[in-house]
């Protein structure tokens, strides 16, 4: 039984193999990046900063951080730590950035100590992306069905809140004191095809070990849905979040917004700083730390300048751009993005491309 989840959960970062093709479009070509007038010569970097914000500080343009700081295809995917205390300089003639005291981002970290590491600042606001890091966010049809389950609630209770206790059969062996508890949500829908993804992982709570065991006996540490018997557990894990530079992809990339995170797809609407699923990924060539721009689809509205008599009187709106997010967990088909700079409300099927 210990396997057959353990299995199980292994596909949890998966959806199925085959990939659908991004549509092809033109890029425009690459303009020089242009410096604010009121960029910082120096900037000392204090906690809280991130590399995204330090970017906007100095071009309207975040996403071309490497070209802000010359790094290499190999430095974007691990970028030299940057440390609160560090001193930035800003090179004008160069429209470039570097660690003042003659470090540059192409030169290897430093050696510090274990409690200032773990202060180098991530890409973007870690406490927001932190919880999507360790879950499963997308999972096959089946992809819960060997996972340990709820089977009975203490004292009966039907639905289960903080504080209570439930026994679980299917942990077995496992060492793991920290479970997730989950239950399969809606269907993550192509909408250009219509193809089912996959289905949404809905986090429901966290829950510790009491009692090993089979059945086990879990007591819930923190609820945000009702939980109740049938539901999932998953292992916990360590949250890692990503320090690669912002990017936009190297190749041309073009999907569609599938839903906001915990909503069911063509409903409702996201602002800043909120999570989004996207129907591209791995199989079209995402990665984490890229960056892709928001458009709202232009409307088709009648061409006022032709009699309403005739079959061209129709006039489809070019796409608006009104934002920017920024990928940070890839699956197969589908990504979950951070809204980051936006002007209006994201919609589910408002289009991404490169920025």
């Given amino acids: 039984?210990?396997?057959?989840?353990?299995?199980?959960?292994?596909t949890l970062a998966f959806v199925l193999a085959w990939a659908v093709g991004a549509p092809a479009f033109a890029q425009a070509p690459k303009t020089p990046l242009a410096m604010k007038p009121d960029?910082?010569?120096?900037?000392?970097?204090?906690?809280?900063?991130?590399?995204?914000?330090?970017?906007?500080?100095?071009?309207?343009?975040?996403?071309?951080?490497?070209?802000?700081?010359?790094?290499?295809?190999?430095?974007?995917?691990?970028?030299?730590?940057?440390?609160?205390?560090?001193?930035?300089?800003?090179?004008?003639?160069r429209s470039q950035l570097a660690l003042a005291g003659g470090g540059t981002v192409k030169l290897s970290p430093r050696v510090r100590a274990e409690s200032t590491a773990k202060a180098a600042i991530p890409s973007i606001?870690?406490?927001?992306?932190?919880?999507?890091?360790?879950?499963p966010l997308v999972v096959e049809p089946d992809g819960l069905d060997q996972a340990p389950s709820i089977v009975a609630a203490e004292e009966s209770?039907?639905?289960?809140?903080?504080?209570?206790?439930?026994?679980?059969?299917?942990?077995?062996?496992?060492?793991?004191a920290t479970w997730f508890v989950y239950r399969r949500g809606a269907p993550l829908?192509?909408?250009?095809?219509?193809?089912?993804l996959g289905y949404e992982a809905i986090y429901l709570g966290t829950a510790r070990v009491v009692?090993?065991?089979?059945?086990?006996?879990?007591?819930?540490?923190?609820?945000?849905?009702?939980?109740?018997?049938?539901?999932?557990?998953?292992?916990?894990?360590?949250?890692?979040?990503p320090t690669y530079a912002p990017r936009a992809p190297s190749s041309a990339v073009q999907g569609r917004v599938i839903s906001m995170y915990g909503k069911i797809a063509r409903v409702g609407e996201a602002g800043a700083q909120t999570v989004i699923s996207i129907n591209r990924g791995k199989s079209q060539g995402l990665e984490?730390?890229?960056?892709?721009?928001?458009?709202?689809?232009?409307?088709?509205?009648?061409?006022?300048?032709?009699?309403?008599?005739?079959?061209?009187?129709?006039?489809?709106?070019p796409n608006e751009r009104y934002g920017l997010a920024f990928v940070f967990r890839v699956f197969?088909?589908?990504?979950?993005?951070?809204?980051?700079?936006?002007?209006?409300?994201?919609?589910?099927?408002?289009?991404?491309?490169?920025?």
Wanted: no cysteine; glycine share 6%; proline share 9%.
């Fill in 1 to 10: 039984m210990h396997d057959q989840w353990r299995k199980s959960i292994t």
């Fill in 39 to 93: 960029a910082p010569d120096r900037y000392v970097v204090v906690p809280g900063d991130t590399l995204w914000g330090i970017a906007q500080r100095y071009t309207d343009s975040p996403w071309r951080w490497p070209e802000l700081w010359n790094m290499n295809k190999d430095q974007i995917k691990n970028p030299h730590r940057i440390y609160p205390g560090n001193v930035i300089v800003l090179d004008r003639a």
């Fill in 125 to 135: 606001p870690p406490a927001i992306i932190e919880p999507f890091l360790t879950r």
């Fill in 157 to 176: 209770r039907v639905i289960l809140e903080n504080g209570n206790r439930a026994f679980v059969r299917g942990i077995g062996d496992s060492k793991e």
């Fill in 189 to 196: 829908v192509d909408p250009d095809n219509n193809t089912t």
């Fill in 211 to 241: 009692r090993a065991g089979e059945p086990a006996v879990i007591q819930l540490t923190s609820v945000t849905q009702e939980i109740g018997v049938g539901d999932k557990l998953v292992p916990a894990g360590k949250a890692e979040v």
């Fill in 288 to 317: 984490v730390g890229h960056v892709l721009a928001l458009y709202r689809p232009g409307a088709t509205v009648a061409d006022a300048s032709r009699p309403r008599d005739t079959s061209a009187g129709a006039l489809t709106l």
């Fill in 332 to 355: 197969d088909r589908v990504s979950y993005a951070l809204v980051m700079n936006i002007s209006r409300p994201v919609n589910p099927l408002d289009v991404v491309q490169n920025p």
